[in-house]
T-cell receptor, first 113, second 111 residues
Framework: NAGVTQTPKFQVLKTGQSMTLQCAQD?????MYWYRQDPGMGLRLIYY???????DKGEVPNGYNVSRLNKREFSLRLESAAPSQTSVYFC????????????FGQGTRLTVV | QKEVEQNSGPLSVPEGAIASLNCTYS??????FFWYRQYSGKSPELIMS????GDKEDGRFTAQLNKASQYVSLLIRDSQPSDSATYLC???????????FGSGTRLLVRP
């Protein structure tokens, strides 16, 4: 049982390049989330998907797009990477309707140079 | 005003002492509250969840919730050096299922 799987674990991008971070969960959770974590900033919500077919902006959505491909998969896209997007990105899933906790992937460390 | 606020710390306590971590939130409609522990370089892991006013105990950990004051706390009894980590408070806004985290409190337990 893998839980929440993120790929890749590490990535270096040049300014202006694009990339997609992938996330998949096998716990049949309805809700999925993308966070970024910068030193001293805790986890800041980028986008979330309360259920399959819906996506909503979080606290820091600028510069990102998301796709809820199906119930299992939720991807995060950087169309034109900027150094300010250097961060650790976490994907999480939960079933808030059932009051379950959020489970996290192992994180993606992204550096934009 | 941030939706979930925590003191960034560090909070330094001697081994064996009680560590008290606090969190306030702004959305009165929130119903689900969580405390996560995060070691450096690792993913957050759940310590406690609480949904009703009052106290909830699990081993050395006690979560306290006061919805009227919009306040959540975590007490760690008999603190151990292995408890040294960042503790994140999270609040689920049940109207939208948006899960918001505070900035975390760094706890240092001195041997």
């Amino acid at each position: 049982n893998a839980g929440v799987t993120q790929t890749p674990k590490f990535q270096v991008l040049k300014t202006g390049q694009s990339m997609t971070l992938q996330c998949a969960q096998d716990m049949n959770h309805n809700s999925m989330y993308w966070y970024r974590q910068d030193p001293g900033m805790g986890l800041r919500l980028i986008y979330y998907s309360a259920s399959e077919g819906t996506t909503d902006k979080g606290e820091v959505p600028n510069g990102y797009n998301v796709s809820r491909l199906n119930k299992r998969e939720f991807s995060l896209r950087l169309e034109s990477a900027a150094p300010s997007q250097t961060s650790v990105y976490f994907c999480a899933s939960s079933d808030p309707g059932l009051g379950t906790e959020a489970f996290f992937g192992q994180g993606t460390r992204l550096t934009v140079v | 005003q941030k939706e979930v606020e925590q003191n960034s710390g560090p909070l330094s306590v001697p081994e064996g002492a009680i560590a008290s971590l606090n969190c306030t939130y702004s959305d009165r409609g929130s119903q689900s509250f969580f405390w996560y522990r995060q070691y450096s370089g690792k993913s957050p892991e759940l310590i406690m969840s609480i949904y009703s006013n009052g106290d909830k105990e699990d081993g050395r950990f006690t979560a306290q919730l006061n919805k009227a004051s919009q306040y959540v706390s975590l007490l760690i009894r008999d603190s151990q050096p292995s408890d040294s980590a960042t503790y994140l408070c999270a609040v689920n806004q049940d109207s939208s299922y948006k899960l918001i985290f505070g900035s975390g409190t760094r706890l240092l337990v001195r041997p």
